[in-house]
């Protein structure tokens, strides 16, 4: 994990796509669960793939932080604050591991794991958009603690 | 499932998500009074691992922060300046990211989480989520026995 400072992002564009992919991901879950189990895998694979988008590339390089840039943020007045990339781009690897493992699982003849996953991932995607409460960002502090995360740095040369 | 069977089910999300949603709301930010545990600020500093100087002489504000938390740095601002308008009271934010041990001591489940001590260094509150400032100012108001003019 680099320390280095990324260039600052309106903190309202993560939030915008977040909206999206909820709306998507609810459509996932009645596809899921009425049946149509093909259209509602292939639908969460892509969302999968976006989040994958969003985690390697970065949050600002997301297509719907585009779509925002391009169509949204010109309409509005410029935010409060900007905001440090990072966090929503760790949300956003926290979102392809919850919807890369219904995807997985679908593909290995589990259909009910597609809207299970899909639910999880509208749950911490709803509580962004409309709410913007950043679970996965709030997962991160979880995984430091169950030592999931390593230190980035050597504790040795901290006094603490 | 049929079609209406799944979309009720969808609907319960929502409202489900919809509910969470303000519950968390509610409690966030929200200044919980401890119980006053702590003996002296020697003992706090060295249970937060920092020196006793760094204490303020009416309150302290310890703020921990991961290097991923999103409203840590706009709650940082938020108490510095507190702190720089309260006399006698500080402001120290712990970065939780090396700090393992210290996020379990204290029972830290999410970030920024606050920790206000008094002079005497007992902890006097607890505050999940970026501050209510007039929760806070309250609070403080009270530790530092400053009386504000109603507005």
Redesign the interface.
């Known amino acids: 994990?680099s320390?280095a400072e990324p260039t600052a992002i309106d903190?309202r564009g993560p939030r915008f796509s977040a909206a999206i992919t909820a709306a998507l991901l609810?459509v996932d879950?009645?596809?899921?669960?009425?049946?149509a189990e093909l259209a509602a895998w292939l639908l969460l694979a892509a969302l999968a793939l976006l989040f994958a988008w969003g985690a390697f590339a970065g949050v600002a390089r997301h297509p719907f932080g585009l779509l925002y840039r391009r169509l949204v943020r010109p309409r509005l007045a410029p935010p409060a604050?900007l905001?440090?990339p990072?966090?929503?781009t760790?949300a956003q690897g926290v979102g392809l591991l919850v919807a890369g493992t219904g995807v997985v699982l679908g593909a290995l003849g589990l259909p009910l794991a597609v809207p299970i996953a899909a639910?999880a991932a509208?749950?911490a995607a709803?509580?962004n958009a409309?709410?913007g409460?950043?679970l996965g960002?709030?997962l991160?502090?979880?995984l430091?603690?169950a030592?999931v995360i390593r230190?980035?740095?050597p504790?040795a040369g901290?006094?603490? | 499932m049929h079609w209406s069977a799944a979309l009720l089910v969808a609907l319960a999300l929502l409202g489900a998500a919809t509910a969470l949603g303000f519950v968390l709301r509610a409690r966030s930010g929200r200044v919980v009074v401890s119980r006053g545990g702590g003996a002296d600020a020697s003992t706090a500093a060295a249970a937060l691992g920092v020196e006793p100087a760094a204490f303020g002489e009416r309150a302290t504000l310890v703020q921990f922060s991961t290097a991923l938390c999103s409203r840590c740095p706009g709650t940082a601002r938020q108490l510095g300046a507190l702190a720089a308008g309260t006399e006698g009271v500080r402001h120290l934010e712990i970065d939780l990211t090396d700090e393992p041990a210290l996020a379990a001591r204290f029972a830290v489940l999410q970030t920024p989480t606050t920790l206000v001590y008094d002079g005497a260094g007992r902890q006097r509150a607890r505050i999940g989520g970026p501050p209510r400032t007039e929760e806070l100012a309250e609070l403080l108001d009270s530790l530092t026995r400053r009386t504000r003019v109603q507005s």
Request: with cysteine; charged share 20%; glycine share 4%.
């Open positions: 994990m320390r903190p609810l879950v009645v596809l899921g669960l009425a049946g604050e905001e440090d990072r966090p929503p760790f639910a509208f749950l709803f509580l409309a709410f409460f950043c960002c709030q991160y502090l979880l430091i603690r030592r230190p980035a740095r504790l901290s006094l603490r």
